[in-house]
């Protein structure tokens, strides 16, 4: 029902879905990890399905419960043991996130010590499963190993920014940035071989209800300012098609109006070519009181001039808009010096310092 959902474009209730799903395969057996040991094909699916959602909704917690014990297990498959490590990190960092712009000394420790473990794991998986250099990146055997590293550097960096408030902290993680994009790039390399295998139709579109190359490219157009690397992970998003309840075209419409909330006082940065934005742009010349630090979603419309904010548009109706809310912080010296801030999930509503506003995107020509 989730994936009709999502086809129809209606990912919201293909959300409900799936943490309805969830919540019951958690049910049984009084939620514990036997819970989903009953049968492990089905197991793995609905885990593969709950980081799925995890990594949708930023601000929710995984709805099964973490599987993963404190120490790696290198008797699991790299995809199972991927997919273990980020469900126990995303159940951390939605916990970890309401500390994010709060005093350093109201942070627990044992939070810093669960995030240094879970970067630890992350970082050892990564170097436990590299990719063979005797082997051309685009060969087809690369495959799978590429969107689990690029899942896993996504992971990674998000994990290990979680608890600091500046947005300029990404910068410095664009090494990982740039290798997720070219493994995307070497994915869409691959096409042209897989067109060629037998089974292969080009009247399909293109959807995997699994996790893909859609989540890692959004969040590195999102966060890793590079003007020309924003908009090569932007051009690979616009042509991914579909995965779970993403979808490439519209993360790529959304990405679009965020690039130019933060580059708008660079009116001139449209006019050169891609060598001299390369060379003259760095992403420190993104200001971080111009950076966007959140945006989502709060709904779809089939008329621009529509005043409704709702997930769905009715059956048999396409929408072409979509109402886009985008947070800045205006001062964020200002609110770290604040000395009565504490733990809060909704920072954003305080609107001494953030400022919130609605964006409509186009969705479709």
Request: one cysteine or more; hydrophobic letters at 35%; proline letters at 5%.
């Given at each position: ?47 593969k ?28 498959l ?33 939070m ?35 969107i689990?590293?690029?899942q ?23 090494q ?118 959140l ?71």
């Open positions: 029902m989730a994936f009709t959902e999502v086809l129809q474009q209606r990912s919201d209730k293909a959300y409900l879905h799936l943490r309805g799903a969830s919540a019951l395969m958690a049910g049984q057996g009084n939620g514990g990890s036997g819970a989903v040991s009953q049968d492990e094909g089905m197991a793995t699916l609905f885990e399905l709950d980081l799925h959602t995890a990594t949708y909704v930023l601000t929710r917690s995984p709805d099964l419960p973490s599987l993963y014990p404190t120490t790696p297990n290198s008797a699991l790299p995809d199972r043991e991927l997919y273990r490590i980020l469900h126990a990190c995303y159940h951390f960092t939605s916990t970890a996130r309401q500390y994010k712009y709060t005093k350093s000394s109201l942070i627990p420790s044992d810093l010590i669960e995030q240094g473990r879970y970067l630890g794991n992350l970082q050892q998986w990564l170097s436990c499963h590299q990719l063979d250099p005797l082997r051309a990146l685009a060969d087809l055997q690369n495959e799978q190993l590429i689990l590293r690029a896993c550097l996504a992971g990674l960096i998000y994990c290990a920014n979680i608890l600091q408030p500046y947005e300029t902290t990404y910068d410095k993680y664009d990982e940035f740039e290798e997720i994009i070219k493994l995307a790039e070497a994915l869409f390399d691959m096409q042209p071989e897989a067109m060629n295998s037998p089974g292969y139709s080009s009247d399909l579109l293109h959807f995997a209800p699994e996790m893909g190359i859609i989540q890692p490219l959004f969040f590195t157009a999102l966060k890793y300012r590079h003007p020309f690397w924003r908009r090569k992970a932007l051009d690979l998003l616009q042509k991914s098609g579909r995965e779970g309840p993403w979808c490439g075209a519209i993360e790529a419409a959304v990405l679009k109006v965020v690039i130019d909330a933060e580059e708008a006082t660079h009116s001139d940065l449209q006019s050169m070519d891609g060598s001299e934005k390369v060379a003259i742009y760095k992403p420190s010349g993104i200001p971080e009181n111009q950076r966007i630090h945006c989502w979603i709060v709904g779809y419309v089939a008329r621009q001039e529509d005043d409704r904010v709702g997930m769905g548009v009715g059956p048999g109706t396409r929408a072409k808009f979509a109402r886009v809310q985008l947070c800045k912080c205006v001062d964020l010296d200002g609110a770290l010096r604040d000395r009565n801030r504490g733990p809060r999930t909704e920072f954003w509503k305080n609107q001494e310092n953030w400022n919130t506003w609605l964006e409509t995107v186009q969705l479709y020509e």
